[in-house]
């Protein structure tokens, strides 16, 4: 599960301290190789850099994978949310190896802050579906209401349950489940977040009011709201750890975040839908998905600039990056359907059928020493 004892999580907070003022996915089997130098390799699929190069993901780079998924088998689990099952796709051959039920509306598989367990968040079923990595198979769900989507404190002391439908927060044990505190949120829509680096904030996206919230993750408690309108969805924070960046489906690009001063302070245009946003193995780009468009938009990470789009047609919605950072895989929301593109060229590879409503696709393992939950947020 996703907990730690006290001194692991001292330890812990010592080494995220350590890289930065604040806050990255395999090849089809797993393996820890990098890609080859290639005169058509694109941004953010170059050789892995040294750690220090990451800042805040100094741990997510190529085959950087830790001992606690030693032996895991590299799947692709798609939640179908409106068939209410979960496919489970072998990357080395690009095939569905499993089918299997979960309760109603799975939206997201989230990997435990441990990287021990998954967890399927079944939004209108009320329950937490585990999948044991090892097997990729199922066990008996964990009552929780509303989990829309899914996270881990880093310190891994607390899960935070997102309850969009509920419009709160419910932090909870993470071994237990059971309900420390629950925080209503001062907004319509909560669903996707990210921490600052030394774990004691959060910037979280309320999609359906085009705001953003701040919450205290000591004092259990919201601190702040910024107006940014339209749909405000995916948060991640920047390599460098200075702003955080927000995909913004209505207003078709990414919004750059100043948390401290509660600030927008820049607009990146993307593409039509802007819905999910992934760091490259080296930290150089982020991957946005534009769910309408049919494309992704590479956007450099330190200039904040749109380098490459790549249109392959579709609804990529949301995924991960591959270990050696070769392949980013995303869900065709619209199109029951799961892509893979290649980040060296921005080629579609493969398409993948899958069941209805196919959302938050978890690309398991990716490297990292701990995961914040969603589809994979690793440091």
Not at 146 to 158: E, I, K, S, V
Not at 276 to 283: C, I, K, N, V
Not at 298 to 306: K, L, M, Q
Not at 321 to 341: H, K, N, P
Request: with cysteine; aromatic share 8%.
């Amino acid at each position: 599960m996703g907990g730690a004892s006290p001194g692991a999580r001292l330890a812990l907070a010592g080494l995220l301290l350590a890289f930065g003022a604040c806050s990255g996915g395999g090849s089809g089997t797993g393996a820890a190789g990098r890609p080859a130098p290639s005169t058509s390799m694109a941004p953010g699929s170059a050789p892995a850099p040294e750690p220090a190069a990451l800042g805040v993901y100094a741990h997510t780079g190529p085959g950087d994978l830790s001992p606690a998924v030693a032996g895991v088998p590299t799947r692709v689990y798609v939640p179908n949310s409106e068939s209410n099952t979960v496919d489970v796709i072998d990357p080395a051959t690009f095939g569905v190896v499993d089918h299997f039920a979960v309760d109603r509306v799975p939206q997201h598989i989230a990997p435990a802050w441990d990287l021990k367990t998954l967890y399927v968040t079944n939004n209108e079923g009320n329950s937490l579906t585990p999948i044991d990595p090892l097997t990729g198979r199922p066990g008996t769900p964990i009552p929780v209401d509303d989990p829309y989507n899914l996270y881990f404190t880093p310190d891994g002391a607390h899960a935070i349950v997102v309850a969009e439908g509920l419009h709160r927060l419910d932090v909870r044990d993470p071994h237990t489940w059971a309900l420390v505190k629950s925080v209503p949120a001062p907004c319509d829509g909560v669903d996707h977040g990210d921490f600052t680096a030394d774990g004691k904030q959060m910037l979280l996206s309320c999609e359906f009011s085009g705001q953003l919230l701040r919450f205290d993750v000591d004092r259990m408690e919201f601190t702040g709201t910024i107006g940014v309108g339209g749909a405000p969805v995916d948060v991640r924070l920047s390599p460098d750890g200075t702003v955080f960046l927000v995909a913004n489906q209505k207003r078709n690009g990414v919004s750059v975040i100043d948390l401290a001063a509660l600030k927008e302070t820049q607009f990146i245009p993307a593409g039509k839908g802007t819905h999910g946003l992934y760091p490259s193995r080296d930290g150089t780009v982020f991957y946005a998905s534009n769910r309408l468009d049919g494309s992704v938009s590479v956007i450099d990470a330190a200039t904040r600039a749109v380098t490459a789009t790549w249109r392959f047609g579709g609804s990529p919605d949301m995924g991960g990056v591959s270990t050696d950072g070769t392949q980013l895989w995303l869900t065709g929301r619209y199109d029951e359907a799961v892509y893979v593109i290649d980040t060296r060229t921005g080629r579609l590879l493969h398409t993948i059928k899958v069941g209805k409503g196919p959302h938050g696709l978890c690309l398991f393992p990716q490297p990292g020493r701990l995961s914040l939950g969603h589809t994979g947020n690793y440091r």
